[in-house]
T-cell receptor
Framework: AQTVTQSQPEMSVQEAETVTLSCTYD???????LFWYKQPPSRQMILVIR??????QNATENRFSVNFQKAAKSFSLKISDSQLGDAAMYFC???????????FGKGITLSVRP | DSGVTQTPKHLITATGQRVTLRCSPR?????VYWYQQSLDQGLQFLIQ???????AKGNILERFSAQQFPDLHSELNLSSLELGDSALYFC??????????????FGPGTRLLVL
């Protein structure tokens, strides 16, 4: 069974600094996709970034980028120039190429200090 | 705003009751997914429908059922409710089912409280 592990329950970052959120996953599949979702206090689930396993290049979306290490099954999210609005819970998620079901990690709560 | 709508936003009911949660997917999306978010279980996939047909099933209790209608909206029915069913229920939608382009967009959720 596929599992997604987020071992850090909480992290804190100073405004304008950079923070990295860790995620590891376990799978025997070769075709899969990885995602980071953000859940602010409003509880809405917002897609932050996605990565296709077959792509070697790390995905980037503005201030958000990932470090995808396929051999190590690691998928970390880097937030640059952190802003107060980045404070939220962040979930790492996985799905296979054929199966649409998303498997989520337990999430990490990120706080941003002004 | 993801374009996925869910009603109601909040629901308070008693044990043993039955409730129906409704979801309207984004325009053009054929797949609808239901997820449950609770403190002890985290975010769990319940069930997926694609163009009216059940496509995948996750950790969905037998007391729960869902369907997708011809207009593509979906309903999740929860019956014989227990205290442990209190959770945030999300609906998500995507254009396809699996494959390269499939990305799920989530609705705002329905918060269910069973007393």
């Amino acid at each position: 069974a596929q599992t997604v592990t987020q071992s850090q329950p909480e992290m804190s970052v100073q405004e304008a600094e950079t923070v990295t959120l860790s995620c590891t996953y376990d799978t025997s599949e070769s075709d899969y996709y990885l995602f980071w979702y953000k859940q602010p206090p409003s509880r809405q689930m917002i897609l932050v970034i996605r990565q296709e396993a077959y792509k070697q290049q790390n995905a980037t979306e503005n201030r958000f980028s990932v470090n995808f290490q396929k051999a190590a099954k690691s998928f970390s999210l880097k937030i640059s120039d952190s802003q107060l609005g980045d404070a939220a819970m962040y979930f790492c998620a996985y799905r296979t190429g054929a199966n649409s079901k998303l498997t989520f990690g337990k999430g990490i709560t990120l706080s941003v200090r002004p | 705003d993801s374009g996925v709508t869910q009603t109601p936003k909040h629901l308070i009911t008693a044990t043993g009751q039955r409730v129906t949660l409704r979801c309207s997917p984004r325009s053009g999306d054929l797949s609808v997914y239901w997820y449950q978010q609770s403190l002890d279980q985290g975010l769990q996939f319940l069930i997926q429908y694609y163009n009216g047909e059940e496509r995948a099933k996750g950790n969905i209790l037998e007391r729960f059922s869902a369907q997708q209608f011809p207009d593509l909206h979906s309903e999740l029915n929860l019956s014989s409710l227990e205290l442990g069913d209190s959770a945030l229920y999300f609906c998500a939608s995507s254009v396809t089912s699996g494959g390269l382009q499939e990305t799920q967009y989530f609705g705002p959720g329905t918060r269910l409280l069973v007393l």
